[in-house]
């Protein structure tokens, strides 16, 4: 198993450096043909979120796009695909952030029974006063 780290998707998705991006490819390819496993984290999703947002200003729904497009490829190991999948689409949806559409859904998946925040906008999505 190979761990795919922020910086690689980057090279990959802005295509701003041939070299790098060739090294990428034909390890996204070979993952594709099954010859290696590779696998990521939640944490790179989050640092791929902040930084095509915050460094190169893609506004909201490219990144939603980008991250969706990286989800989609199944050979992409990710414990907390449902999680982050179910996130993306209500971040998409509403004016929550990502991160806090992260926690509710991962709430969601343990099956809390409360969510306690001082952030009145998701305690109020979650269905608290």
């Known amino acids: 198993m190979i761990f795919v780290d922020t910086n690689y998707f980057l090279r990959f998705l802005l295509d701003d450096n041939q070299e790098q991006s060739k090294t990428v490819r034909t390890l996204l390819l070979k993952a594709a043909e099954g010859k ?4 990521t984290s939640v944490v790179v999703l989050f640092e791929l979120y902040w930084v095509l947002s915050s460094y190169y ?9 980008i991250l ?16 982050f999948v179910g996130a993306l689409e209500l971040y998409g ?3 929550l952030s990502l991160e806090d559409c992260y926690n509710f859904h991962f709430a969601r998946s343990r099956k809390a029974q409360g969510f306690v925040s001082f ?11």
Do not use: M, P, Y
């Open 57 to 65: 200003g893609k506004n909201k729904d490219s990144v939603v796009e």
């Open 68 to 83: 969706r497009k990286i989800l989609d490829l199944g050979f992409i190991d990710f414990d907390q695909r449902k999680i």
């Open 93 to 95: 949806k509403t004016s």
């Open 119 to 129: 952030d009145a906008k998701l305690k109020k999505f979650w269905g608290q006063n």
């Open 36 to 39: 290696v496993k590779i696998f």
